[in-house]
């Protein structure tokens, strides 16, 4: 399913079709993208598929995935893009992944206002919030220019590291022309 267009990308859902399996292997199986990412452990082909699978599901159940970022230039998914619904713990959080051959390149920040315009306006959520280790400079640049704001930071039991903690909210004219 397409989720969201822009100059050079199209969001979709992921599909547990080879192609998908391949480029969720270039993603998730390099250790350098992995290298902030939870515990920083790179993912083995089972590893990548269980991820898809829980994407796909999480999907279904939540209306929400780390949607695949496709380029429209080459027809090759080039990262994952979108949000995490946990609803007993930080609510909608906000992730994204690109595989190392399109990084510099401003795909992330393209993807990451399409996936976050998208899901404001189809969800209006009370708030979005993300984290990131405080050596990933490029993340707290995408969450400032999309209006998220910095919460300092927090130590995280589960990757062990310190994380900087970004919440968006909608502003207060935002929020009144909802009512
Ligand atoms: C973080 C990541 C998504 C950025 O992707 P990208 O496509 O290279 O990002 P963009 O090109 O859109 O750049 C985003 C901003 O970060 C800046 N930036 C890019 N690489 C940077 C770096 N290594 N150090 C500091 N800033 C950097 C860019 O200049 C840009 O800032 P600007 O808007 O002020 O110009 C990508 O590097 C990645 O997938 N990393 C591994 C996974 C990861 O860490 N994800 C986040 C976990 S919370």
Do not use: K, Y
Request: charged share 25%.
């Amino acid at each position: 399913m397409r989720i969201a267009e822009t100059e050079r990308l199209v969001l979709r859902t992921w599909t547990d079709c080879p192609d998908d399996l391949a480029a969720g292997l270039r993603i998730w199986g390099d250790p350098e993208v992995m290298r902030w990412v939870g515990r920083g452990d790179a993912l083995d082909a089972g590893g990548v598929e269980a991820s898809i699978a829980a994407g796909i599901a999480h999907q279904e159940q939540h209306g929400v995935q780390h949607w695949a970022v496709v380029e429209r230039a080459s027809g090759e998914v080039i990262g994952a893009c979108g949000f995490h619904l946990d609803e007993g713990g930080p609510g909608l959080e906000m992730v994204f992944h690109f595989a190392r051959a399109w990084w510099g390149r401003g795909f992330a920040t393209e993807a990451a206002r399409a996936a976050f315009e998208h899901v404001v306006r189809a969800r209006r959520p009370p708030e979005i919030v993300a984290a990131h280790r405080l050596e990933n400079e490029a993340s707290g640049r995408i969450l400032a220019v999309l209006g998220f704001e910095d919460h300092g930071v927090e130590h995280f039991e589960d990757s062990g590291a310190d994380e900087r903690i970004w919440i968006w909210r909608p502003s207060v004219s935002e929020a009144e022309t909802r009512r």
